[in-house]
């Protein structure tokens, strides 16, 4: 057997030939061996090809190409016999290690084996070691500016600088699909403000938003990864949204549907995250900028054979969404029930919720801003807040129920305001029972003062508080007995009686005062034993 030789390489040996080379002259100037070249020259004249006659027609020709080659399944594999002791060896590593197939190669050639990743990859798919190929299409090219993929890729791990706690270090990859241009985000976790943020920064650096975005199925933006219809989590709907794009998700485990990032993850694990240095999270995000900018950018794609920043500049940016650069403020949100106490509790924080429109028990949501927290029951907007951080809280007094305002804000004066409104003398009534350095230890007693005006009217609580403040009598229960009994109905006396002085005791023990001092008890002793 000889070795078999292409098409052109037969016209050359037959052009020659015909020409007056010879075996000798064609086999130098064509790399073949010369007994590969008389091979050749004889099957040509048994053909009917004559040195001084016509060019061999092309019939002649294709007969003379397949002279070398052997039956189906039988052709020569001098390297099959290298690989044959290591296939289990190589099915482990396929399997269960899960290796490339350039990594198996490098390991075999470590061991001695003398063998080109080409050998390899056709001997493992020729015994049935590796999954089966499918058929694919190439599809359509998309127009500019028409659709980015980006997907997730795992870097390695990183030291955090402040705790020297080690943590996985992931790669949010940005790909255009017409220019191929690229942009990377390092990030540690996969959460919807990671992401957006991710985003955010790869706009900026395109100056630009493709119409389309086709994404991994991660939890912060698909809730459910359906095939068919995909549902979005509502905080990466509204943000697409917001920036005007279209999502369109990739099914689970079909890395197809985002070939040109899937593939490209591995290129930036081996040429940015490998042999690199950084010293934090934000030093490895602004190397990744420089790398996708003056490597990535500057390298002839394999498939396209162009820049991919000069066709990024020259024919997609221009077709871009604009992007307006200002920070988008991520949204939070969550369905909550309102509590007994009238309040939702939302990130840590509580928030009072309107008494008539939002009672205890029912289910709200909530948006969180950047600065303020919105309550929504049914699609409306029940209440608005300012964002407080974790453990505080804001409360707005109209959404207490009036009844229980008072006592839960311990306002006095709101208590005397109440009362003036169903009376002057109530109201008089109200500053009396809640003057004091202690107000709020009467806030129960003012709360049933307010009552009273619903129970009794108005005017009666008004005309009982005025009996009562005549008589100097500030007190809440008697004042209601007063009103069970009617007796604010009766005339007020026009003229008290007059109070008794208190009754001096009896004069029988009175004695002088100075019958008290013991220094003049002393002076009159002394006075006796002179003068007796």
Request: charge should be positive; include cysteine; charged fraction near 25%.
């Amino acid at each position: 057997m000889y070795r078999e030789v292409g098409l052109m390489q037969v016209v050359e040996i037959l052009r020659r030939w015909q020409a007056g080379d010879s075996a000798r002259t064609i086999a130098r100037a064509t790399g073949a061996a010369r007994n590969t070249v008389g091979k050749y020259l004889e099957e040509a004249q048994r053909l009917g090809i004559e040195r001084q006659g016509a060019p061999p027609e092309d019939a002649q020709i294709l007969a003379l190409s397949k002279l070398g080659q052997t039956a189906p399944g039988k052709r020569a594999t001098p390297r099959t016999e290298l690989l044959d002791p290591h296939r289990e060896q190589i099915a482990r590593w396929l399997q269960d290690d899960k290796l490339q197939l350039t990594r198996i190669a490098e390991l075999l050639q470590r061991r001695q084996v003398p063998l080109t990743y080409t050998t390899l990859h056709r001997y493992v798919h020729a015994n049935g070691l590796a999954n089966g190929r499918r058929d694919t299409v190439r599809m359509a090219d998309t127009a500019p500016g028409e659709a980015a993929e980006f997907d997730f890729g795992r870097l390695g791990p990183l030291a955090d600088p402040a705790t020297n706690k080690r943590q996985i270090v992931w790669a949010l990859n940005i790909v255009l699909v017409f220019s191929r241009h690229q942009f990377v985000w390092p990030l540690i976790q996969q959460t919807l403000e990671e992401v957006i943020a991710g985003l955010e920064a790869a706009w900026r650096f395109f100056a630009g938003i493709p119409r389309r975005v086709v994404l991994d199925n991660f939890p912060a933006a698909v809730a459910g990864a359906d095939p068919f219809n995909p549902v979005l989590t509502r905080g990466f709907l509204e943000y697409s949204q917001a920036r005007g794009f279209l999502v369109d998700p990739a099914r689970v485990r079909k890395p197809t549907d985002k070939p040109h990032t899937e593939r490209n993850v591995p290129y930036v694990r081996e040429r940015f995250w490998k042999g690199g240095t950084f010293i934090d999270l934000p030093d490895m995000r602004t190397q990744a900028e420089q790398w996708c900018r003056e490597v990535a950018g500057c390298r002839v794609h394999g498939t396209t054979r162009k820049l991919p920043a000069v066709v990024f500049r020259d024919e997609e940016q221009a077709h871009l969404l604009p992007y307006d650069g200002v920070p988008y403020s991520v949204p939070r949100w969550g369905q909550v029930t309102v509590h007994p106490d009238h309040h939702i509790a939302f990130q840590n924080a509580l928030y009072s919720a309107p008494f008539d429109r939002c009672p205890p028990g029912v289910r709200v949501e909530v948006r969180a801003y950047r600065d303020l927290v919105r309550i929504y029951r049914r699609g409306e907007v029940m209440k608005i807040h300012p964002r407080q951080p974790k453990g505080g809280r804001s409360t707005d007094p109209a959404d207490y129920p009036p009844e229980r305002t008072t006592y839960a804000l311990r306002a006095p004066d709101r208590v005397v305001r109440e009362a003036m409104k169903a009376g002057r003398f109530a109201g008089l009534f109200a500053e009396r029972l809640l003057a004091g350095d202690f107000p709020w230890a009467k806030l129960r007693q003012g709360q049933k003062l307010l009552r009273l005006a619903d129970r009794y009217t108005a005017s009666r609580l008004n005309a009982a508080c005025e009996r009562a403040l005549a008589v100097d009598l500030i007190d809440v229960t008697r004042l209601e007995r007063m009103l069970k009994e009617a007796l604010e109905q009766e005339p007020l006396p026009i003229d008290l009686p007059p109070a008794r002085s208190p009754a001096l005791p009896s004069a029988r023990f009175a004695r002088d005062g100075c019958a008290f001092d013991h220094r003049h008890q002393e002076s009159a002793h002394h006075t006796e034993e002179m003068f007796p």
